[in-house]
């Protein structure tokens, strides 16, 4: 056994070494076996003994004609369990990812540390590239198992981007910054695959940065409105006020092309705070002309962080004299990292205040039923995925039934969100969703349209109460 610190063959023949720890030896009647990884955390400033890896890696593959794909794995929580937590659990939770992965690898496969909460794992898929999508959700699922090392659990926040050999590039070096920037634009808890519109796609983010620079004190943002209908009486119930950027230079930004980037300027905790005015505002005026309509307002990470939030959102509704009852928060998912104690802590801050609790985009992130019974929420979201899977057979209607079961058990709203047809809409109701939203009831709209939608009239309609 000798000190190693590279996959790179040094006998001359193809033979690659296995990599435990900074410890390499050979594998006998394999000639090449790259199961192991290359990592250490007291390692070298840069990551080039990995890269080295990952173009000896594809070398080979391409050599042997063998496709393969390289992933990049991100701990979205690192950040918070090192400076919550300290850096030696920080470092525990590096070592555990480590293992977690290396203990999904197949012969032929590596991982490395880039750095940070950065692994690069290089999967080879030999001609079976039909199974790489479910090994690719199995590690990821294997990562993001909340950690125990004595306090609370640790919730992980991993997410991933992965790029294909031979298909988006033959060459290392291109193959792992197209991970990457799939990886930028992935949701917590999934992974996503390089594509060439990502690439035209994240090519305007720096147009976008700059546009943005002074957008908010020029007035370019405002606000619009999309109803949620109540699925027993089909009378509007509420609204969610979603955020638009009419930038003069980029025209009509959509949101999930800015937010990302105000999160990453720092704008959002500004940007954040007038929503939350701006959409209480109404709210306020529609209850005094005799209307009134619960608002949800989306919340980003960097708000949810911040300790005075709930302090922030009490003001505002002392200022417009609102009942908490009427607000609703959406958080997601990918926000309730790191300490699941600090995360508690800053819900029940905002449930304190009376306000109501929404998860959003149930299901699409990583939806561990273990990871979230840690937190109360009033109203489940469930994501469009899932409504668009309702198409008239009953095999679309299985998740959303357990949704619903689950979430009459903990005594929670549910949502759909994205009904497009009447046939989701009654098929949406009769599973037991509460309140129903999606174009086919109204797009996002001005405050002012809001008092033109009608109510809707349910194939086999209950009655129910307004507000329920
Ligand atoms: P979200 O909170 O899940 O909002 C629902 C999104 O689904 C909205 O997209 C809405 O227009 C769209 N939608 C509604 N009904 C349908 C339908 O029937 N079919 C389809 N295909 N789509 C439907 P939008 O407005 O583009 O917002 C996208 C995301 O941007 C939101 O997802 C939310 O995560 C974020 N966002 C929007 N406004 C804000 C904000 O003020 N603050 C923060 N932090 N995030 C926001
Ligand atoms: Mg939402
Ligand atoms: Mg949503």
Redesign the pocket.
């Known amino acids: 056994m000798k000190q190693a610190h590279s996959l790179i063959p040094d006998s001359g023949d193809d033979r690659i070494h296995r990599i435990t720890g900074v410890y390499s030896k050979p594998v006998k009647d394999h000639p090449i076996t790259m199961k192991g990884s290359c990592c250490s955390l007291t390692g070298p400033l840069t990551n080039l003994p990995v890269r080295q890896n990952l173009s000896v890696a594809v070398q080979l593959a391409a050599q042997k004609g063998r496709g393969a794909a390289v992933m990049v794995v991100k701990i979205g929580a690192l950040t918070e369990i090192n400076h919550w937590q300290g850096y030696e659990v920080g470092d525990r939770v590096i070592r555990t990812v480590m293992g977690r992965i290396e203990a999904s690898l197949q012969e032929n496969d590596f991982v490395g540390r880039l750095g940070g909460g950065h692994f690069l794992v290089f999967l080879n898929h030999g001609r079976q590239p039909d199974r790489l999508d479910e090994r690719v959700q199995m590690l990821l699922t294997a990562v993001s198992e909340p950690m125990h090392f004595g306090g609370g659990p640790l919730l992980i926040n991993a997410s991933a981007g992965v790029s294909l050999m031979p298909e988006d590039a033959g060459n290392a070096d291109e193959l792992l910054r197209n991970a990457e920037l799939a990886l930028r634009t992935a949701r917590a808890g999934c992974a996503r695959f390089f594509s060439r519109d990502l690439q035209a796609h994240l090519a305007g983010y720096a147009e976008v940065r700059s546009a943005m620079v002074g957008a908010l004190e020029r007035e370019e943002f405002f606000l619009v409105y999309?109803p949620q209908v109540c699925a027993a009486s089909g009378r509007m119930f509420g609204v969610?006020?979603?955020?638009r950027w009419q930038s003069p230079t980029l025209g009509l930004v959509?949101?999930?092309r800015f937010?990302p980037v105000a999160e990453n300027v720092g704008l959002m905790p500004q940007l954040?705070a007038w929503?939350l005015a701006s959409a209480c505002r109404q709210a306020s005026l529609w209850r005094a002309r005799g209307t009134p309509l619960r608002v949800a307002?989306?919340?980003?990470a960097s708000q949810l962080e911040d300790p005075q939030f709930a302090n922030q959102v009490r003001a505002i509704l002392g200022e417009q004299a609102l009942p908490p009852a009427l607000l609703e928060l959406?958080v997601?998912e990918s926000m309730l990292v790191g300490d699941v104690a600090e995360c508690q802590r800053a819900l029940e801050a905002i449930r304190q205040a009376g306000v109501k609790l929404a998860l959003?985009?149930f299901g699409t992130g990583y939806s561990n039923l273990a990871y979230l019974r840690h937190f109360t929420f009033d109203t489940l979201k469930i994501d469009?995925l899932f409504t668009n899977a309702i198409t008239g057979d009953s095999s679309g209607d299985t998740l959303v039934r357990a949704i619903v079961a689950m979430g009459s058990e903990l005594g929670q709203d549910i949502v759909a969100?994205?009904?497009?047809t009447p046939e989701q809409a009654e098929a949406l109701r009769k599973l037991g969703c509460s309140r129903l939203?999606?174009?086919?009831f109204s797009r996002?709209v001005p405050a002012a349209e809001i008092s033109m939608i009608p109510d809707v009239q349910f194939t086999s309609a209950r009655s129910g109460s307004f507000l329920g």
Do not use: F, K, W
């Not at 307002?297 to 980003?300: G, L």
């Not at 969100?417 to 497009?420: A, L, M, Q």
């Open positions: 999309q969610e006020a979603l955020l959509p949101p999930d937010i954040g929503v307002v989306n919340i980003s959406e997601t959003d985009d469009r969100e994205g009904v497009e939203q999606g174009y086919y996002p």
